[in-house]
């Protein structure tokens, strides 16, 4: 290397040199500290500028609560909650305790020693608010005071910035007895209570100094979920988190030494009484109420929002179906009951449900004798069958596959079954074999006919034809929830679970020609600082309208001349389905008009709602089957609705007719058809529904036979139709004598 070449590399290595020294001078760890604590004086100072600045407010509205109204879809006047909010203030020193622990153990184990905030939980608190996360993140029992009694629950991070200054002025100015009576007497705990004299009473029945440890527990962990986890309306899920929330709260007293481990072992979880409604919530007023506070939890109104009051609430009820659905039950049923004589009649619960078939308001509900007297919605229970109002479903969804019977036939209303009682079903690797009503065999029958005399067995085998599996898509798809809903034969009967609100959502969108229907009951909710704008169902088409369409075809049958004849007038059009539930535990009406869709229902409840019982000998009048009670119900209903004029007539288009096939040989046809002067045979005792496995099933199952081709529906009835189905049970008995009504 010559010593030009050295020079230049000297020259390099002093620049690189340089370059280094200078980024180590302006990176030196005294000014990297400098920066640090900088940073750090300039945070406490801006901290300490805030502390200043913010001074603690006065009480906010949430713990100043007012009152709700509650309208009709016209703007008249439902009710009104909240005006005497449901809190009392209670010395500390009135609550145990070991309760007083339990709050503590629950919410802020470190609360008698803290300063009144978590610093690291309020940062992870704006951080998530920051990321979108919402309410998330920590707070301590000084926190939330502060935010229930001084602040809002709106999670921004200002609002969590005040929480914290706040907290630590509280901390400073009040003894902790304060702050924690504080925040038990603000905090919101459901069923309407605020405060913990109020929920002990909502929840136990008792006074706050009397609650025990596993009690005052139930409450401490009931802060974190109220609606989730009041275990009289909990799922399973929250029946479970609560529990663990519980076991919780009992192990973190026993670390903080509030509570020993025997005595401990020695506590069993402590289940809260039946809710008890607030007055002004008698008769459907609290069904009603009810009902709208749910969908406002789905919009986003939570119960805490709600309860702190200023609201009005306009829901899609209206006054005068809602009236005229209210005495058509109490003439129909109520008037012919004896709740307080007749043991039967003590167990019979009625539900409806009326929607807009274009909208999907709820006009009219009847949730049950009286809010005050049976809490549970009868319109919105789902514990109970709908039975045979499922079997239209069953025909909707062989129309929309393009299904075929077993010899290849399409489906459709003049398509030929075998409606021999007990017939096995054919190609199913599942055995099925239902028994008709009164057990009635009807040889080869149309469809059309089936339906109107609700023929177990011949929507046995069309199930089988279209597929468990596609009938319950299609189910669902109209709206029947999934409950209890296994893909088998026996599902043709309506062996799963639904209300009658979700059932008018099914009628409802075959009323509207297959566009799927949503039931709403909430119109509007305004707020002087809010208004919440409900989210519109979306419409799309469930199935086509030739299908919806070919089963409203069918549903007018069942008025017109089969089980469905109590709601036939000549003031509307009306398509309907009767159905009655194994050992009629349930009686079923689902029925509509061009304007209206509504959904009855009779339930058998007994020993305090927790067992279903049989409606049978309901008012002394035999079997009480879809056809007669809730048909009667709906038929006074509808026409005090309609006004009673003439109403709109049904629109059809394309209805399906079906194929038949090639005559059967004489020899194939059976000779045990009834003639149309035959009677079923009488019975006083209900037989039962076959279970899905039939004791003796037959080891060749007989082939369907068939009835001579038709392109109509012949004029005159194979055989006389029946007006009381269903599921292999009698119809109903006019005086319990057994004959059936013609």
């Known amino acids: ?45 801006a901290f300490g500028a805030l502390y200043l600045y913010v001074d603690v407010p006065a009480a906010n509205a949430m713990a100043e609560r007012q009152s709700n109204v509650y309208k009709y879809s016209d703007g008249t006047v439902l009710a009104r909650t909240g005006k005497g909010v449901n809190r009392q203030i209670v010395d500390l020193d009135e609550v145990p305790k070991k309760v007083q622990h339990a709050f503590v153990a629950a919410e802020n184990k470190t609360f008698y020693k803290d300063q009144g905030v978590d610093l690291k939980g309020t940062t992870r608190g704006v951080l998530n608010t920051l990321s979108g996360k919402g309410k998330q993140g920590g707070s301590t029992i000084t926190q939330q005071y502060v935010k229930n009694y001084y602040l809002t629950q709106a999670p921004t991070v200002s609002r969590k910035l005040q929480e914290l200054v706040i907290s630590l002025k509280i901390d400073q100015q009040m003894s902790k007895d304060q702050i924690l009576a504080g925040y038990i007497n603000t905090a919101y705990y459901g069923r309407g209570a605020s405060g913990i004299q109020a929920a002990a009473q909502a929840y136990y029945g008792i006074d706050a100094k009397d609650l025990n440890v596993s009690q005052g527990a139930y409450l401490a962990s009931l802060l974190q979920a109220p609606s989730q986890y009041d275990w009289a309306t909990a799922t399973d899920t929250g029946k479970k988190l609560v529990k663990e929330r519980w076991a919780y709260t009992l192990r973190n007293m026993v670390e903080m030494d509030w509570l020993t481990e025997s005595e401990k072992a020695k506590l069993t979880f402590a289940k809260p009484q039946k809710p008890k409604p607030a007055a002004g919530m008698e008769g459907q007023t609290g069904y009603l109420v009810e009902a709208a506070n749910k969908e406002l939890e789905k919009q986003g109104v939570s119960a805490a929002d709600r309860e702190a009051g200023g609201w009005t609430f306009t829901l899609t009820v209206d006054k005068k179906r809602q009236q005229a659905l209210e005495k058509a039950v109490d003439d129909q049923l109520e008037s012919k009951l004896d709740r307080e004589g007749n043991k039967v009649d003590a167990t019979v619960q009625a539900g409806a449900t009326s929607v807009d078939p274009k909208t999907g308001k709820v006009v009219a509900l009847y949730g049950g004798e009286d809010y005050i007297k049976h809490y549970i919605s009868n319109a919105t229970r789902q514990d109970y069958q709908p039975a045979s109002t499922f079997k239209p479903l069953v025909l909707a969804s062989a129309l929309e596959n393009e299904s075929e019977t077993q010899d290849g036939s399409l489906i459709g209303l003049n398509t030929v079954y075998d409606g021999t009682s007990k017939r096995p079903v054919v190609g199913s690797d599942t055995p099925f074999a239902p028994q008709n009503q009164d057990d009635r065999s009807y040889g080869p029958i149309s469809v059309q006919k089936a339906m109107n005399s609700s023929v177990n067995s011949v929507f046995a085998q ?103 004849g109590a709601a036939n007038s000549p003031a509307y059009d009306a398509a309907a389905k009767t159905g009655t539930s194994e050992n009629n535990k349930s009686a079923w009406f689902a029925g509509y008009t061009p304007e209206l869709t509504t959904v009855v229902a009779l339930f058998g409840e007994g020993d305090g709602g927790r067992k279903q019982v049989s409606l049978t000998g309901t008012a002394n009048s035999g079997r009480a089957s879809g056809s007669g009670f809730p048909a009667r119900i709906w038929a006074d209903y509808t026409l005090g609705a309609l006004g009673g004029g003439p109403g709109k007539t049904f629109d059809l288009q394309d209805v399906e007719r079906g194929e038949v096939p090639a005559p059967p040989t004489p020899s194939d046809t059976p000779s045990e058809e009834p003639s149309e002067s035959e009677e079923p045979t009488p019975s006083d005792t209900p037989s039962q529904t076959p279970s899905e496995t039939p004791s003796e099933t037959p080891t060749t199952p007989a082939p369907p036979t068939i009835s001579p081709p038709a392109t109509t529906p012949p004029t005159s009835p194979e055989i006389p139709p029946l007006p009381g189905d269903d599921d292999g049970q009698p119809g109903e008995r006019p005086g319990g004598n057994g004959a059936a009504q013609q």
Do not use: C
């Not at 001078?25 to 640090?36: H, P, S």
């Not at 898509?473 to 209300?499: C, I």
């Not at 600082?529 to 799309?540: A, L």
């Open 1 to 45: 290397m010559g010593r030009a070449d050295a020079r230049r590399a000297q020259a390099q290595e002093s620049r690189r040199a340089a370059k280094s020294g200078g980024i180590r001078r302006l990176f030196t760890w005294k000014k990297l500290l400098g920066t640090f604590f900088g940073i750090v004086l300039l945070g406490m100072g």
């Open 462 to 564: 069309m199930i089988v034809d279209v597929t468990p599996a596609k009938a319950k898509e299609t189910a669902l798809a109209l709206g029947v929830p999934d409950k209890n809903f296994p893909e088998r034969p026996a599902v043709t009967l309506g062996t799963m679970n639904a209300s009658t609100w979700d059932m008018a959502g099914v009628y409802a969108t075959l009323d509207n020609h297959g566009q799927k229907v949503t039931p709403h009951i909430l119109q509007s909710a305004e707020h002087r600082d809010r208004t919440v704008n409900p989210e519109k169902p979306k419409r799309e088409q469930a199935i086509s309208r030739a299908s919806a369409d070919t089963v409203t075809k069918a549903l007018t049958g069942v008025v017109d001349a089969g089980s469905g």
